[in-house]
């Protein structure tokens, strides 16, 4: 028999070990969620369209749709892919400060530029700090162990919409109750924007990463990537000379083998319906975000800066997209059956909040029309996150949501280049036909429905539409939200 006093003597130093760990956790979560916090601390990214317009830079409103804006879509369409992959190759922290970077180019254009060249320069940089998101949400993941990836993601998701609601909630009370001009906010903005550069300077650099920077299994002891356990490299011939890759071997590089692998799984009609949900549903969502203070500022031409409620509008999306969001994860339906039908009455929904906003001649419609329009669409994101990557490995789900993601912005762009550029249509927002180049966006993605629903039961029930073999075996990707931030 051990004493009793011994055994706890024996047990102290696991409990002695195990609360630095935790120490050190909370200070990284805590950190995390300040950094994510500030960095959306932008009191008056509401009110630029006004600020714009009005006295302060006396840009006219088709310089702003048919010069200024469209820039935005080109050039994210142009830095997509290259930021994308320079935050994996680059371990994330540099593109975060890059993103910093370009946050306080384009509040410094702002405040100092005069010209449609300055402020197309700002879309630029704008561009890039879009494009520069996914660092943060990828960042989030590469410090901590997987058992915490569920825990992070809701702390890290919590805090950027906290800071989007307070900087929307803070713009708004300073323009109506303290009457702070427009430059006054802006200049504001530009102070919280330099302290989260600074903060971005102490953030830990990690020593992986999802592509380029997996540690070697033979070095390092780490175990493969799950695309390399599903479908393994053959080896090199012992014949082979070091010096040369054998023919073929470009066949066996990790991102044509991960193409050939999502090529077999779009034969699936769940992993189709939802992706094409995404391309439609998110060009029509940037659509509208794009262009709606244009529109807010026709409908409402006002030169009182304080009877401008923009922010206000901003941060009721902001806590309807949160709840919505929430409450997704606790629909219990069957989707294989009910999937359509949602998809097709949401973005419905959508379609119709769209037209009443370019139909109507009052403010508050249009901004209730634009809180629910947002909150619709950020209820349906979770829904089709998961149905993409429940069954996907961390790889595939990555890959598959950037290439939704790259074809939705050339769908964007596309509409943009041919409704709204000066050099094609190039049409005022309140002049374009009813839904362009929003509404009819959702509208198709009902189509799309019908059409999959028609094609489904007209002599297809011999078409094999089951995964494959090496699909089912896949370890799944929806336990782990870094694939889908």
Request: aromatic residues 12%; glycine residues 6%.
């Amino acid at each position: 028999m051990v004493p009793s006093g011994q055994v706890a003597e024996k047990q102290e130093p696991p409990e002695l070990g195990r609360d630095p760990e935790l120490k050190s956790w909370r200070c990284l979560v805590f950190y995390l969620c300040f950094y994510g916090f500030m960095a959306q601390m932008r009191p008056g990214e509401s009110f630029i369209t006004p600020y714009l317009l009005g006295t302060d830079k006396n840009f006219t409103q088709e310089q702003l749709t048919n010069e200024i804006t469209p820039v935005l879509s080109y050039s994210y369409l142009a830095v997509l892919v290259p930021v994308f992959l320079l935050t994996d190759y680059l371990r994330y922290k540099p593109v975060l400060l890059l993103q910093g970077l370009s946050y306080i180019s384009v509040w410094l254009l702002l405040l100092l530029g005069d010209s449609v060249l300055h402020m197309q320069f700002m879309e630029l940089f704008y561009s890039l700090t879009m494009a520069a998101r996914i660092a943060y949400s990828s960042y989030v993941f590469s410090l901590v162990c997987p058992a915490r990836y569920q825990r992070m993601a809701g702390y890290s998701r919590a805090a950027v919409l906290l800071g989007v609601f307070a900087s929307s909630v803070l713009g708004q009370l300073l323009v109506t109750v303290g009457r702070v001009p427009f430059s006054t906010v802006n200049y504001l903005s530009l102070g919280f924007l330099t302290f989260s550069l600074v903060l971005a300077l102490f953030l830990k650099r990690p020593k992986r990463s999802l592509f380029f920077n997996r540690a070697a299994p033979e070095r390092h002891g780490a175990s493969p990537s799950e695309l390399d356990r599903v479908n393994p490299a053959p080896s090199q011939p012992a014949d082979a000379k070091p010096g040369r890759a054998p023919l073929g071997a470009w066949r066996d590089w990790t991102l044509v083998r991960m193409l050939r692998e999502l090529g077999d799984h779009l034969r699936l009609p769940r992993l189709r319906l939802w992706s094409l949900w995404w391309v439609f549903n998110s060009a029509a969502y940037y659509l509208v975000v794009y262009y709606v203070h244009i529109l807010w500022n026709a409908v409402n031409p006002t030169t009182d800066a304080s009877s401008v409620y923009n922010g206000g509008a901003d941060a009721a999306s902001t806590l309807l997209g949160a709840i919505t969001s929430f409450s997704a994860g606790f629909v219990k339906i069957r989707w294989a059956l009910w999937a359509k039908l949602v998809i097709a009455g949401v973005t419905a929904v959508q379609a119709a909040l769209v037209f009443f906003m370019y139909s109507t001649s009052s403010i508050w419609v249009c901004y209730v029309a634009f809180v629910l329009f947002r909150g619709a669409y950020q209820f349906l994101v979770p829904i089709a996150t998961f149905q993409i990557a429940s069954s996907l490995s961390k790889e595939l789900c990555a890959l598959v949501f950037g290439v939704n993601t790259f074809f939705a912005t050339a769908l964007k762009t596309i509409v943009v280049l041919i409704v709204a550029d000066k050099r094609c249509l190039g049409l005022p927002v309140r002049s374009q036909p009813p839904g362009l180049p929003a509404g009819e966006l959702p509208s198709s993605v009902c189509s799309v429905c019908n059409v999959q629903s028609v094609s489904r039961t007209r002599g297809r029930s011999g078409e094999n539409t089951s995964a494959p073999s090496a699909w089912k075996q896949r370890p799944s990707c929806s336990s782990s939200t870094s694939c889908t931030s």
